[in-house]
């Protein structure tokens, strides 16, 4: 079985300063970890995906995430907010496979980023 | 390149009405998915499909049917509409293994 904790529902940051949304895994496999951000009244956009090659994953709009699989954990970073970062952001991992051989994903509930001027 | 796209966006429907959603793709993937998204829950997935003629269960099926007539159509019904089906529904579609693409989303409004 595989599961996702976001730790955090909302986040606020000032604008210019950093960002970190932390998120814990666990699966019985090795797992694909990614993060999606969903803007309002939008389809969920892929950020980044980790896939068992470097454990420091550059995803677009500056966003980064470091996997660590002593502590169980995918947290996404990026040095400095922008207004356009408000948004919800999910982290899904995938590992079990389904009776067809496909990846199942499992997703986080999802943490609410808001940006203050 | 359209992507992943969903029809409709929006609908009203009263509770025992009943309503197709549409997604289609145009990336040529053999898998695809339809999700709810629900206040507090994340996405879960309720069907999916792992190409023409073949679909399965999710994690929340009941209520809802599926049919993959073309690969690149991927068909929700919703028999008799409940209010407990209030919800955004996704659409996504991948290869086998990898990066799934989400549509837009259909709000859906059951009274």
């Known amino acids: 079985a595989q599961s996702v904790t976001q730790l955090d529902s909302h986040v606020s940051v000032s604008e210019g300063t950093p960002v970190l949304l932390r998120c814990n895994y666990s699966s019985s496999y090795s797992p694909s970890l990614f993060w999606y951000v969903q803007h309002p009244n939008k389809g969920l956009q892929l950020l980044l995906k980790?896939?068992?090659?470097?454990?420091l994953v550059k995803g677009i709009n500056g966003f980064e995430a470091e996997f660590k699989k002593s502590e169980t954990s995918f947290h996404l970073t990026k040095p400095s907010a922008h207004m356009s970062d408000a948004a919800e952001y999910f982290c899904?991992?995938?590992?079990?496979?389904?009776?067809?051989?496909?990846?199942?994903?499992?997703f986080g509930t999802g943490t609410r980023l808001t940006i203050i001027p | 390149n359209a992507g992943v796209t969903q029809t409709p966006k929006f609908r009203v429907l009263k509770t025992g009405q009943s309503m197709t959603l549409l997604c289609a793709q145009d990336?040529?993937?053999?898998?695809m998915y339809w999700y709810r998204q629900d206040p507090g829950m994340g996405l879960r997935l309720i069907h999916y499909?792992?190409?023409?003629?073949?679909?399965a269960k999710g994690e929340v099926p009941d209520g809802y049917n599926v049919s993959r007539l073309k690969k690149q159509n991927f068909l929700l019904g919703l028999e008799s509409a409940a209010p407990s089906q209030t919800s955004v529904y996704f659409c996504?579609?991948?290869?086998?293994?990898?990066?799934?693409?989400f549509g837009p989303g259909t709000r859906l409004l059951v009274l």
């Open positions: 996504a579609s991948s290869y086998r293994v990898g990066t799934q693409y």
């Open positions: 980790y896939t068992s090659a470097a454990t």
């Open positions: 499909s792992v190409g023409e003629g073949t679909t």
């Open positions: 990336m040529n993937h053999e898998y």
């Open positions: 899904v991992v995938s590992g079990s496979i389904s009776n067809f051989g496909n990846e199942k994903l499992t």
